[in-house]
């Protein structure tokens, strides 16, 4: 298991600095650091392995119960559709990221070129009892600052259950407050969306 990495306690930047010193910069350059009374917690990006097979599973299937709860489908999603999820993540163009924090898998980062010039952050999940913690901004800044030495990519695009106004916020507060491409939807039967909003003029539900 992973340890958390702990330092004398020393406020604010001089406690990084501090913990720079018994860290490698290849380590580092994957890591951030979340401070708690002195006490440095590492959150790690590190390539999914095999090894980490169970546990993403479950997040994935949590993953993906959560969104169609947002969308109040009442729906179980079993481990057949993660394995499948799984698998399309390990594909060409994807890359997929455990996050390792306070000595554990913590959850997961995916991620896809759509374009010469454009990452998209596909999906990230952090258990529930892990969360508010400051586990899943770690890990966007760590993705991003991959991604800058990402030969031709300039920009990180990411989608957003207009629901989940708790990603939005997250997603906001860190720099994500350009609009790109807007999806729009129609649905075949019934539209359970009574919330509404309006955008350029027009009127939309979500």
Same mark, same amino acid.
């Given at each position: 298991m992973r340890a958390p990495l702990r330092v004398k306690p020393v406020p604010g930047r001089a406690s990084f600095l501090l913990a720079r010193r018994f860290l490698?910069? +290849? *380590?580092?350059?994957? %890591?951030?650091? *979340?401070?708690?009374?002195?006490?440095?917690?590492?959150?790690? +990006? &590190?390539?999914?392995s095999p090894e980490e097979h169970d546990v993403i599973v479950h997040d994935i299937a949590a993953f993906w119960q959560h969104h169609a709860s947002l969308a109040n489908r009442d729906e179980a999603i079993t481990s057949e559709q993660a394995e499948n999820t799984l698998l399309e993540w390990q594909g060409k163009g994807h890359t997929l990221f455990s996050i390792w924090a %306070?000595?554990?898998?913590?959850?997961? !980062?995916? $991620?896809?070129?759509?374009?010469?010039?454009? $990452?998209? *952050?596909? @999906?990230?999940?952090?258990?529930?009892?892990l969360r508010g913690q400051g586990i899943a901004t770690s890990a966007i800044e760590q993705a991003e600052e991959i991604c800058r030495r990402m030969p031709g990519i300039e920009a990180i695009t990411l989608q957003v259950v207009t629901r989940n106004e708790a990603a939005l916020r997250l997603y906001h507060k860190l720099g994500y @407050? &350009?609009?790109? !491409?807007? &999806?729009?939807?129609?649905?075949?039967?019934?539209?359970?969306?009574?919330r509404k909003l309006r955008f350029h003029g027009l009127s939309f539900r979500f």
């Open positions: 490698p910069p +290849l *380590l580092l350059f994957h %890591c951030g650091f *979340l401070w708690r009374g002195g006490i440095a917690v590492r959150v790690e +990006l &590190t390539p999914f %306070c000595g554990k898998q913590a959850g997961f !980062l995916h $991620m896809q070129r759509i374009g010469p010039i454009v $990452m998209q *952050l596909e @999906d990230i999940f952090v258990q529930p009892a @407050d &350009t609009l790109s !491409l807007v &999806t729009v939807r129609k649905e075949l039967g019934p539209n359970p969306r009574r």
